[in-house]
């Protein structure tokens, strides 16, 4: 999987349902995806917060990426914005410090900010799961899609693959098992808690999963999907 900005609760169900977990730094960085932006609830409304970048070329990798130089004055702006909008929510204490950890980690390559902040999250909820990061693993990168994983999955002598339940229109079973891997996709069920007195917003980032719900609530909620 691509490193994404304290993603949603499905991002660390997939994390917590494997034996490991290999998450690209070498792939291209998308402006359209969630690695460098996610939601969070503002007064009721799913609201973007975004890492800001330095001017780049589009064709560089994750790990090839960094944060702005404007980054020390937005961090404070972000963290003014998460501050606001959830002081009142009944995890705010514990979970805000986690919060400062990670928006205050002194490295600006954007792979490594994401990485870390992604294993903050991951020892907070206790999930143990083996973590690989894909430059470290001696594969065909030059491969695309449905090439790429089979050959990661190779290169680990894995036997099965889950992936979100996305990918059931990207990946063949047939192709998969005619590899010796057995292909499963994550379903997320239906996870829903109290935002204050708002209608329910779900699939925000894991800061709004956190400040509303005891660790142990959300270590139930990383059980709840399926495997089709």
């Not at 064709?59 to 990426?65: A, G, M, P, Q, Y």
């Not at 002081?87 to 490594?112: G, I």
């Not at 057995?182 to 829903?192: C, K, P, Q």
């Not at 808690?193 to 509303?212: E, G």
Request: charged fraction near 20%; proline fraction near 5%.
């Amino acid at each position: 999987m691509q490193p994404y900005f304290f993603p949603y609760i499905g991002y660390f169900q997939l994390i917590s349902a494997v034996d490991e977990f290999i998450v690209y730094d070498h792939i291209k960085f998308s402006k359209k995806g969630w690695i460098n932006r996610n939601r969070i609830l503002v007064n009721g409304s799913p609201t973007y917060i975004t890492l800001p970048l330095s001017r780049a070329s589009d064709h560089l990798n994750v790990n090839e990426r960094f944060l702005s130089g404007s980054w020390v004055n937005e961090r404070r702006r972000l963290i003014n914005r998460i501050t606001e909008s959830y002081r009142r929510a009944p995890q705010f204490d514990t979970v805000f410090p986690l919060l400062e950890t990670c928006l205050f980690f002194d490295n600006p390559n954007l792979f490594d900010f994401i990485n870390h902040s992604l294993g903050v999250m991951r020892e907070y909820l206790e999930i143990d799961t083996r973590i690989t990061i894909s430059s470290t693993i001696s594969y065909d990168q030059a491969s695309k899609a449905e090439n790429k994983v089979l050959s990661l999955l190779k290169a680990v002598g894995a036997k099965g693959y889950i992936n979100p339940i996305g990918g059931q229109e990207l990946y063949s079973r047939e192709r998969f098992h005619a590899n010796g891997v057995d292909l499963a996709f994550l379903r997320s069920g239906t996870i829903e808690y109290r935002q204050f007195q708002n209608p329910f917003v779900p699939n925000l980032s894991i800061i709004d999963v956190a400040m509303f719900n005891p660790k142990e609530a959300i270590k139930r909620f990383l059980g709840i999907y399926d495997l089709i």
